[in-house]
């Protein structure tokens, strides 16, 4: 209730002698409440810039203060060490060095803590030597439906020493990547998953063999001629024809579609 209706109120009631001492403590709240809070104008003169006090050399520099807090953020840190790094001992396990049967390499990126859209790619390469296949056909199908993801050549980023890569790189190299889902992990296991249903598929006895399927070498060949090392490039005399398909490709019953007409058959010659 405000003060003015507190006035009105005891005014209309009989025997307002008492008026006289509410109005004198509605004055002393009044100069209570106005020496506690003070008012804008008393706040705005205090933060006038013309009466901060000069520079004197008491204070460090901008570039002193950073190093200040550079030194309160390293201070920290050891202060994690000294408290939380007896408590990470029980987790702490041997390493393991990986047997000769496995050659998985995963890479990924990292920027020093600043984002970037590369740090979710995860990248997985691995020898096919080393993939349990089941067998030749096997490890043909394996590369026909892999399909430009496997390559006779080991990528130069793969972790692989020149050793490996001709004790390793008989049946050539697989890398799988991807960068579409939202954390590291989740693509690498995607990476995982995919490696793991081509090797299931390969196995699989109950499936199609494409035992008669030559592999696809058109992405080798590309990057050769990208890289312009020398032979790369065949000279073509004629343009070519349906003789000059694959007979490989075809199946037994049509392989004699590209072998050459009889004498019989042909056309008389026009003198």
């Not at 020149?162 to 697989?174: D, W």
């Not at 992405?219 to 890289?227: F, L, S, T």
């Amino acid at each position: 209730m405000s003060a003015l209706r507190v006035l009105n109120r005891y005014q209309s009631l009989p025997g307002s002698s008492r008026l006289p001492r509410i109005t004198t403590a509605l004055n002393q709240a009044r100069q209570f409440r106005s020496n506690q809070e003070p008012s804008f104008k008393s706040l705005q003169d205090e933060m006038d810039v013309a009466d901060f006090p000069s520079f004197e050399g008491d204070d460090a520099t901008s570039v002193g203060h950073e190093i200040l807090r550079q030194q309160r953020e390293w201070l920290g840190y050891f202060r994690k060490i000294e408290t939380e790094m007896p408590q990470l001992q029980a987790f702490r396990k041997p390493f393991v060095p990986p047997t000769s049967t496995h050659f998985i390499t995963s890479r990924s990126l990292w920027y020093g803590g600043e984002e970037h859209p590369a740090e979710k790619k995860a990248v997985v390469v691995i020898p096919v030597s080393r993939l349990p296949l089941s067998g030749l056909e096997a490890v043909h199908k394996f590369k026909l439906v892999a399909g430009p993801r496997w390559s006779t050549e080991c990528p130069k980023d793969a972790g692989f020493s020149e050793e490996e890569m001709k004790t390793l790189g008989q049946e050539g190299f697989i890398k799988i990547s991807m960068e579409e889902l939202p954390e590291q992990a989740m693509n690498l296991k995607w990476c995982s998953d995919v490696l793991d249903r081509i090797v299931s598929e390969s196995n699989n006895p109950e499936g199609e063999s494409f035992a008669d399927i030559p592999l696809d070498m058109r992405h080798i060949n590309a990057r050769r001629r990208k890289q312009r090392l020398g032979g790369h490039r065949k000279i073509q005399k004629s343009r070519p024809t349906l003789k000059d398909f694959p007979k490989e490709w075809l199946s037994t019953e049509n392989k004699t579609l590209g072998a050459p007409k009889s004498k019989a058959l042909e056309a008389p010659s026009i003198p």
